[in-house]
Structures are given as C-alpha cells and as structure tokens.
C-alpha cells in the first residue's frame, strides 16, 4: 500500500457520511425483520421484542406498556445500527422540512452511542438535569438502571455564537450534580468534535499583594513617580531583583517595564480606583499567588505559572471573557493549540463582582 504524503499508508477516513438502507424501509415481510415504528405524537414507538432489547441492552428510547418510544435522531441510529427499517421511503424528507436539525442530532448521537457509551435524552429520562442539557451519557459498560450517569451533554453547531457566562452557570450547575458537563459540536461534514467545561479556580504558591507590607507599596510607589513612557507601557527604575513583587510586570534594561493592564492596578493600589474587569481579573490572579506573563506566542492573554518561572512550564493559557472567541470556529483553534502545548485553557469572567473560570478542553468519546 502506497504511503501518503510522508504520513503513513492507507485512505484518509470519510467524514460523517451515514447512508440510508433501502433494503430496510417501509413494512416489508421477511425472516428476522423488525417492524417499522409507527408515529406516536411527537415521537416514534417501536412494536415488539426489539423495543425492550433497545432499551435492556443499550438504554435508548423511553419504554411503555405498548414498546417503546424513540425520538427521530435515535431513529436514525437504530436504522445504522440496530437493522431498524425506517417507516417510509418519505420519512426522512417529512421530518426535515419542519426538524432542520435533526441530521446533526442524529450525527451528535451517533459520535457517543458508536464506541459504546450511553446517551439518554433528557425528555426521555426519569433523572433531573439542567434545562440547557441535551441528554444524559453514561460509560461504555454502565446502564441508566444499575448506574447514575456520568455526564450531561449539549451540542451545536461550529458557527454557533458563544456565551462564556452562560457556560460557566450551565457547567456549575452540572457539576453539582457530580457530572461532567460535556459539548458535541458538529461541523459542515457531519463530523463530531467532543468537548467537556469544567468551572475552576487556579491558585498558585508565590507572593501575594496582600501580604506586602506597607514600605514595599512605598517603593513601587517611588519607581512609579520615575516612570518613564516606553512603548505602550512605562518602564520604572526598580531592580527586578528588588522589587517587592516579582509577578509585576518585565524585567527589562536593569528596571521594571508595566504593559497597560500592570500599569492600571499598579496605580490603582497607589490611587485607589475602580478597576476594568481585565485589571481585576490580572489583579485576582496576583492575589491567588500565580504569575501572568504575556501570552501572545499562545494567542491569549497570559500564560499563568503557579510558581517560580525557572521551575515549571506554565499549566495555564488565560483569556478574558471580552477576548474570548466569539463562536465554536474560535474556540477549537484555542482548545487544540492548548492541548498541543500540553496546557489549560480557561477563560477569566466577571460574574456579580467575582471572577470566574471555565476550562475548555476536548476528550475521545468511549474513552472516560
């Protein structure tokens, strides 16, 4: 088998193409063939012992004393993989002129239930969930009726618009129900990338603000009256090896050089002021004992250490909620650049006077 492009043998998967069966649509008699569902309300049942073996075996569908329901993405999945015959050479057509999503639902579904995991939709389960989430997923082995459920699930779409502060209440909510909150977002191929957000707090173990004493604020104040204008900054006549904290700003030319927002608090601790929600949020991470340095190389704010700078790799890529990506396009460039330079990638908000953090990170469906 030829290589390819230098990058090992064989075909390049095809992406997110599922097919219809032709061979199994409409009710047609025959040896080992299942039944059709039939419409009930908004939803589909399923006649029969296959009803009871889709929900013993692989939780799917919401049982009755007639069968079993199912929702039209989880038609879809049962006709892929279940031998399940659709109702009508029409079905799919009539439902997508009034469900325009139905497709990238049934491509979500399909991305947890494939390697095995579970996928319960919330209208179809007994258990409590937040009003945000799309279903509940159990891992590969569990079942909803001997074990509660790992995670609640959203999807979207890659162009869907992103709400920071939205997310974080959504995955502080399911996280007090001891989930992982996780989000599938489908793409233009039909293809799936998985993602879990986890509310978080970093904290490290250097020098705090708050414990400096009175004449260390006297001395960055002297450097600040010597402040000298340099570039978009200021640099003030401070030995680094002097200063008071050391997290503040760069050491540069045997003096101090304080960007804008290092500038901001600086003089907000020298001439108390109210503070824009980036200077708070570089002033929280100050007070937590961590090091923001800049983050360009990494498309972000700060790149934030816990500790000392000659002893670690910093753990943290931070952006602000006003520089965050706007949509899921933005927001896979920065998770996969965090994940390729084997960092955390969180995003800092102001939420009723106190700052907030959500990370975003991807992981492998099948896997826990």
């Given amino acids: 088998m030829s290589q390819q492009n230098g990058r090992g043998s064989g075909r390049p998967r095809e992406r997110g193409i599922r097919s219809l069966n032709p061979e199994l649509i409409g009710d047609i008699e025959g040896e080992g063939r299942h039944k059709p569902p039939i419409k009930h309300e908004d939803k589909w049942l399923v006649l029969g012992g296959i009803g009871s073996r889709l929900w013993n075996k692989s939780a799917i569908g919401t049982q009755i004393e007639d069968g079993t329901l199912l929702m039209p993405e989880e038609v879809l999945f049962c006709h892929w993989h279940r031998h399940l015959p ?34 319960v939709l919330a ?78 707090k970093p904290e490290g173990n250097l020098k705090r603000p708050s414990t400096l004493k009175k004449v260390d604020y006297e001395g960055m104040h002297l450097g600040w009256e010597q402040r000298i204008k340099s570039g978009e900054g200021y640099w003030i006549p401070i030995n680094p090896n002097s200063m008071p904290l050391p997290q503040l700003g760069v050491p540069q030319a045997s003096g101090v050089w304080l960007a804008e927002i290092e500038q901001k608090w600086l003089k907000s601790k020298i001439f108390p002021e109210e503070l824009d929600e980036i200077s708070q949020i570089y002033g929280y991470l100050l007070e937590k004992g961590l090091w923001p340095r800049p983050g360009f190389k990494y498309g972000c704010r700060w790149r934030v250490y816990s500790g000392e700078l000659s002893s670690q790799h910093a753990p943290w890529l931070i952006v602000p909620n006003c520089e965050a990506p706007k949509d899921w396009n933005e927001a896979c460039l920065a998770a996969r650049l965090a994940a390729g330079v084997n960092k955390s990638w969180l995003c800092a908000m102001r939420i009723d006077n106190e700052i907030c953090f959500i990370e975003l990170s991807r992981w492998s469906p099948g896997k826990s």
């Fill in 123 to 200: 209208d179809s389960s007994e258990l409590e969930c937040d009003l945000e989430s799309w279903g509940l997923r159990w891992n590969r082995g569990e079942h909803p009726s001997r074990n509660p459920p790992s995670a609640e699930i959203r999807w979207v779409i890659n162009s869907s618009e992103i709400n920071w502060e939205k997310l974080h209440e959504w995955a502080k909510s399911v996280q007090k129900n001891s989930r992982m909150a996780e989000i599938l977002v489908v793409d233009g191929e039909f293809d799936v990338t998985a993602y879990r957000l986890k509310t978080t």
């Fill in 86 to 119: 659709l109702p009508d050479n029409n079905w799919l057509n009539d439902i997508l002129s009034n469900d325009h999503f139905l497709l990238h639902r049934a491509a979500a579904m399909n991305t947890i239930r494939e390697p095995g995991d579970i996928l």
